[in-house]
Nanobody, 122 residues
């Protein structure tokens, strides 16, 4: 069992930066691939970025490539999402998820956090 808790969301102006954190409970964090998803009302939850167990492989959606960076610290049971050059269209609730399967996908993610709101003003 893994419990996930996101933090770091908030309100930022376009062009600004935020860093999201997702702290995981349990001693098996390093055995899970981790993903960051986002969702806006009326739309499906979409995968933004994912990172493999040892951080050797990362995936980014085209919409965030070059602006967002995912990383993890297995010693701290934490995964991060550094978001730079934010745009109004990045506004969403951001969720972290743990998956024991790579590549990470919404349908194959085993555990989810409660989400953190990111709002980017124009």
């Amino acid at each position: 069992q893994v419990q996930l808790e996101e933090s770091g969301g908030g309100l930022v102006q376009a062009g600004g930066s935020l860093r999201l954190s997702c702290a995981a409970s349990g001693r098996t964090f390093s055995s899970y691939a981790m993903g960051w998803f986002r969702q806006v009302p009326g739309k499906e939850r979409e995968l933004v970025a994912a990172i493999s167990w040892s951080a050797a492989v990362a995936y980014y959606a085209d919409s965030v490539k070059g602006r967002f960076t995912i990383s993890r610290d297995n010693a701290k049971n934490t995964v991060y999402l550094q978001m730079n050059t934010l745009k109004p269209e990045d506004t969403a609730v951001y969720y972290c998820a743990a998956s024991n399967i790579w590549p990470v996908a919404r349908s194959r993610s085993n555990y989810w956090g409660q989400g953190t709101q990111v709002t980017v003003s124009s």
